[in-house]
Structure formats: C-alpha cells, structure tokens
C-alpha cells in the first residue's frame, strides 16, 4: 500500500512496482493515478507518496516542485535546484524517438535518493532510451558548466503518452 505522509492510503500496488516508483521517482499506476514521491520522511518502512496532477505533471514532479521534462531535467546533489547547466558531452546528441539534436542545456531539478554527490541522473523519460543515447556516445564521465544563457529545449515531440511509461 502506498501512503501520503499523513499515513493516508493512496493505492494498493505490487511490491515491484512500489520499488520502481521509489527508484525513479514517479510513475503512472493501472488505474490512471500519477504517482510521485513524496519529499516527507516516513520512517524506516518506506517512502511516502503523493499523487499529482497528470495534467499540470505529465512525466512527474521534482522535489523542487517543477515539473519533470525528459532530456532536460536532472537529479544532482551538489547543485542547487533550478540551476540551469551546459553539459558539452550531450552536445548534439540526437533525442530518441524524434531525432531533434541536443544543445547540450539542462537543469538540476530534482535530487538523487539513489546516489550521493558528484553525480548527475539524467531524465531520459524511458529505459530504452538511456540505451539508444549509449549507443551513440558511452559517457563516463562529465563536464558540467553553469547555463545561465541555456536555453532549455522541448524534445518530447514523439514520445508515447506519459501513461504508458510504467504500470503498476
């Protein structure tokens, strides 16, 4: 069962799924409900959830309260959130499923509840695409310079429907 942070059941779900959402942050259950972590501490059990507006929210929210953008928000620890950033490594990149060429602009949105500093996670929105980025160019390492002047790009044009991102 998942719960607000007031203890409140919000939906009976599968252990694998439950453990998919707390990795990834958010996900869209059988019923339609986006489901998203909640920024509370609820203990040593588990996680505590939210669901949020799929409309205002489509692909889940950030810890910082903003909207998720595929290829272009990340989870980074030692940066502060809303902090626009170049990463010249992802420059030219072409976004799968629609081809449109990355400008290497990004902002930190989120934290990382799976990693610790000196890391940044990527939202590439599905599995797969982290593979099809990796064919083109296996990145290791990263430079990350401030992006005030980025400019943060839409390249969801061609990605399925946000419910179709994970089930549970």
């Known amino acids: 069962?998942?719960?607000?942070c007031d203890k409140k059941p919000?939906?009976?779900?599968?252990?694998?799924?439950?453990?998919?959402?707390?990795t990834e942050g958010s996900g869209y259950s059988r019923s339609g409900k986006l489901i998203n972590i909640s920024g509370c501490k609820c203990g040593n059990r588990f996680s505590c959830f939210e669901v949020v507006s799929p409309e205002k929210y489509p692909y889940g929210i950030s810890s910082s309260a903003n909207a998720l953008n595929p290829f272009t928000s990340t989870a980074v620890n030692d940066i502060k959130a809303?902090?626009?950033?170049?990463?010249?490594?992802?420059?030219?990149l072409e976004i799968p499923p629609n081809g449109k060429e990355h400008n290497g602009c990004l902002i930190v949105g989120d934290e990382g509840y799976g990693f610790k500093g000196y890391h940044l996670d990527f939202f590439v929105y599905l599995e797969k695409y982290?593979?099809?980025?990796?064919k083109q160019k296996s990145i290791t390492k990263i430079d990350v310079f401030e992006g005030k002047n980025c400019d943060l790009l839409d390249y969801t044009f061609g990605l399925p429907k946000p419910k179709k991102f994970l089930k549970g």
């Open 82 to 92: 809303g902090t626009k950033i170049y990463v010249p490594q992802i420059d030219g």
């Open 130 to 134: 982290y593979g099809e980025l990796d």
């Open 1 to 4: 069962m998942l719960r607000t």
């Open 10 to 22: 919000i939906i009976r779900v599968t252990t694998p799924f439950a453990k998919v959402i707390r």
